[in-house]
């Protein structure tokens, strides 16, 4: 099941961003140019899609990494 | 929610663009947050005619996309508190179809997708003569709410 959920996860930002698995890890906001605060909504949108969830406002602000969405999930029951 | 017009001078509150870059003279329907419809009128000396091209007059295409971006614009900045708000384009994807001539009128089409978090995607269509002439794929946003969201970056 958690096998699952992160690829779920991975594969969101590898659509979002058109990036391959290996740059994921320490991917940050405004790291590339494809996250931007376009790319960033995009994101955001397809996480919810993903994961049937709507993220809070805050949660939207504080997902300023792949790493810090990973916590932030875990208060949508979401365990990567 | 109920449609409603906007001549010229009213119009002037939801659109911040000004002649001679303003790409709409009437909206002739709006219901905000769903679709806005309107025209340019063409006279023959409109400034760009005698420019694009000499002795071949034809509304250029990028502001045949420039009204529809416009008109969408109205669809959004007519929402409750939106008024006023200026709106940045984002991406558009377009294609023409027909030549617009002087002497015409610009119909302009758009329909709100979504709107969601400061981001509009939409549709528009710009017709002359009846006949389609150009059609877009937009997306444009409202910085001062998008930037609510964004990461502290």
Known sequence: MKKNQINKYEEVFKKSFSITKDKLTKLEYNSIPEWDSVGHMT?????????????????????????????????????? | MDTFSLDSVELLQYQPNRP?????????????????????NLPVDEWFFPIHFPGNPNMPGALQ??????????????????????THAISHEVKFKKEVLPGRKYEIKTKVNSWNRGI??????????????????????????????????
Request: charged share 25%; aromatic share 8%.
């Open chain 1, 43 to 80: 994101m955001i949108a397809n996480l919810e899609e993903t994961f049937d969830i709507v993220f809070e406002m805050d949660d939207i602000i504080d997902f300023s990494s792949y790493k810090t969405g990973i916590e932030l999930l875990k208060k949508y029951k979401i365990n990567i």
């Open chain 2, 20 to 40: 001679p870059f303003l790409m709409i003279d009437h909206v002739t329907k709006v219901r905000p947050g769903e679709f806005a419809e309107g025209y340019k």
């Open chain 2, 65 to 86: 996309l420039e009204a529809l971006a416009q008109m969408l614009t109205v669809a959004i900045t007519t929402l409750p508190d939106n008024k006023g708000k200026v």
């Open chain 2, 120 to 153: 509009c995607k939409g549709i528009g269509q710009g017709f002359t003569d009846g006949e389609l002439a150009c059609e877009a794929k937009m997306i444009i946003t409202i910085p001062e709410i998008l930037k609510q969201f964004l990461p502290n970056k």
